[in-house]
């Protein structure tokens, strides 16, 4: 199985400063043409929700300060300039094989 | 507009069988490329994905589990039922049904389920 590694587990940014999310997998989870990560937002007591697919497309809605870059073994989600609302947990998901896996999420403090 | 809401018994004994079902509306699983999936968190911990079920039948388990799962669809009454066999503590979660796979854009609220003697 594809182990995904997200980094840090915690993050405290000012806001309107930017906040990076790095998701690192076991193997690549990518070809020349997409990469098979996705990004997802939970706030406390909601369901995930989704903001980025196939590493960097944003998802209809998400604002633009979201933003997803990567290949290979190596993801990262951008958020700049954060904003009070982006209090969160966010969790990175590779759809390259079954199981899909999800990272172990990285808790995202505004102060 | 798509929506999906789990249901479930919320609370059973160890060794019994836990069956969800999610019903879902928006979209039909007759449409070749959909699919949902169910995926489960415990409490104040991540997620993890345990089977998804396409349009065309085709169904994918989570190796760690496979041995206790199934999925199944009503395309007709627009339900996916997902069983989970010989529960135990471990199996204490909210458990969310998403569509469409690989990537899931849409989730239910989710139901808690308590496995407890």
Redesign the interface.
Known sequence: DIVLTQSPASLVVSLGQRATISCRASQSVSTSNYGYMHWYQQKSGQPPKLLIKYTSNLESGVPARFSGSGSGTDFTLNINPVEEEDTATYYCQDSWEIPYTFGGGTKLEIK | QVTLKESGPGILQPSQTLSLTCSFSGFSLSTSGMGV?W?RQPSGK????LA?IWWDDDK?????LKSRLTISKDTSSNQIILKIASVDTADTATY?C?GT?????Y????TLVTVSA
């Open positions: 999936g995926i991540g997620l993890e994905w998804n994918r388990y989570n190796p760690d969310y998403a796979a690989p990537w899931f854009a989730w239910g609220q989710g």
